[in-house]
């Protein structure tokens, strides 16, 4: 059900992008306490991004899951800013993270819903 996306205008080779992906889909199964069987991880690279003005190195992540406590947004926050930044070289400060909760009844998967 987790679905965690990242975008960034960085070029990574695509072992770079393959590991962060694989990094990324344990730490998000972790972080939720949700199986990574139902994890999926996107990773978009080379995008035409601006932030602050600036196309200097930046990451734009969308986390979304059904039930999605606030309780650990902040601590999600931290885990995935310092994860990217480790991969990619991105500051944290060039991060942004958006987090969505999803109504279980508009999250398809195998032909049905939630």
């Keep these: 059900m987790p679905l965690l996306k990242i975008q ?3 070029r990574l080779a695509e072992s770079a992008a393959k ?3 694989s990094r990324a889909s344990a730490r998000v199964a972790e972080l939720l306490g949700k199986p990574e069987a139902y994890v999926m991880v996107s990773v978009e690279t ?3 991004m601006q932030f602050a003005g ?3 190195p930046l990451a734009y992540l969308e986390l979304k899951s059904i039930g999605l406590p606030k309780s650990v947004t902040s601590s999600a926050s931290r885990a995935l800013c310092d994860l990217v930044a480790e991969e990619t070289g991105i500051a944290t400060n060039r991060i942004y993270i958006e987090f969505s909760d999803a109504p279980h009844n508009m999250w398809g998967w ?3 819903t939630f």
């Design 8 to 10: 960034t205008n960085q």
């Design 46 to 48: 080379n995008t035409a």
């Design 54 to 56: 600036t196309d200097e």
């Design 19 to 21: 590991s962060l992906a």
């Design 110 to 112: 195998d032909g049905d």
